[in-house]
């Protein structure tokens, strides 16, 4: 088991640039897992930041279940978003929960059928074993990355602020209502011949 772990580990060290961008371009339905109403909180930002993206995020959290957060009602499980999707895939779970509780909600993922496309853990959030079991059951798993960021860096959006983004361009940026930035992946993706 141990040099099972040493394989997940070291798959999860680091990922390519194209492999997190074809997640988030083919990304539509979210389930944000331990999504908070207070909007100093980071599910709280990365939610409204995705919404505003275009992605559709149902927020989930048994202690605010039934209530809205930024105008989507908050489900108490991942079943219940399922539900609401009409038996149709979560094409990714994003877990906002501590490394020890994403186990828990990476089993509550792998009883849904379908499975979700992708379970994404959070910045600090990683747990090899959980992430062994849901690959081994064909989902893709992301580790201690946030898709705000990534998204953010993919796009450009992060280098406009002044953050290395390792992407070079000579687009002029597009500044959304209120003069800020705001790119997508699909901007900065080179054209196909």
Known sequence: MTHD???I???HARYRDEAIRTILDGTRSIALVGASANPARPSWIVMKYLLARGYAVTPVNPGLAGQDLLGRRVAATLAEVQAALGGAPIDMVEIFRNSAAAGGIVDEALALDPLPKVIWMQLGVRDDEAAGRAEARGVTVIMNRCPKIEYG??????GWTGVNSRILSAK?????KGGVQKLTI???????S
Not at 153 to 158: A, D, H, P, T
Not at 172 to 176: Q, S, T
Not at 186 to 192: H, K, L, V
Request: hydrophobic share 40%.
């Open 5 to 7: 772990l040493d394989d």
């Open 9 to 11: 580990a070291a798959r």
């Open 153 to 158: 860096r993919l796009s450009g959006e992060i």
């Open 172 to 176: 002029k940026p597009v500044l959304a």
């Open 186 to 192: 699909a901007d900065r993706r080179s054209p196909r």
